[in-house]
Nanobody
Framework: EVQLVESGGGLVQAGGSLRLSCVAS????????MGWLRQGPGSERVAVSC????????HYAESVKGRFTISSDNAKNTVYLQMNSLKPEDTAVYYC???????????????RGQGTQVTVSS
């Protein structure tokens, strides 16, 4: 059974930073692309960033490019999202997601964690 457990959310002032972590279990981490999705108040869930299995290529939504960095530690089955220069519009529940295969930006992310709340105050 795929399990994804996020942590690291919280309340931060605009301009601040947070690092989200997601510990994965129940599957072969090396074979899966990992992503971060978010859902803001009254909004649909959208992709934020992902990292592909195999070559480790990364992708970012335009709204977070240059501010967020995704990384993974395969030895720890963990994916991270470093978020810098946070803005109030980054306020959302952030979900970790997993999908089998490479080309992370093309995959449907059927497995998601419970989410962690990120609130950015102005």
């Amino acid at each position: 059974e795929v399990q994804l457990v996020e942590s690291g959310g919280g309340l931060v002032q605009a301009g601040g930073s947070l690092r989200l972590s997601c510990v994965a279990s129940g599957f072969t981490f090396d074979d899966y692309s990992m992503g971060w999705l978010r859902q803001g108040p009254g909004s649909e869930r959208v992709a934020v960033s992902c990292i592909s299995s195999g070559d480790g290529s990364t992708h970012y939504a335009e709204s977070v490019k240059g501010r967020f960095t995704i990384s993974s530690d395969n030895a720890k089955n963990t994916v991270y999202l470093q978020m810098n220069s946070l803005k109030p519009e980054d306020t959302a529940v952030y979900y970790c997601a997993a999908a089998s295969g490479p080309l992370c930006h093309l995959l449907p992310y059927g497995s998601r964690g419970q989410g962690t709340q990120v609130t950015v105050s102005s």
